[in-house]
């Protein structure tokens, strides 16, 4: 499970996840913009199977999202 700051994960987390090929891996974010940028490069292992929008803030603008991405 992994839940980054705003920023995302750093490039050096992502890439040991590459090397440790975790069987599935659920990213939980606040922000979607982040979140895609580390599924592009997750994506070179991992296949994107689900992304869900959970509105935990009503009346405003943020979102979270949780992602699940399964070992290819």
């Not at 659920?26 to 490069?41: E, G, H, K």
Request: with cysteine; glycine share 2%.
């Amino acid at each position: 499970m992994v839940d980054p700051p705003r920023k995302g994960c750093d490039e050096t987390f992502i890439q040991t996840l590459l090397t440790l090929e975790p069987k599935r891996i659920v990213y939980i974010s606040c922000n979607p913009a982040t979140q895609q940028r580390d599924a592009l490069l997750l994506a070179e292992k991992y296949q994107l199977e689900e992304v869900t929008p959970v509105d935990m803030f009503p009346q405003t603008t943020h979102v979270e999202t949780v992602a699940l991405f399964n070992l290819k």
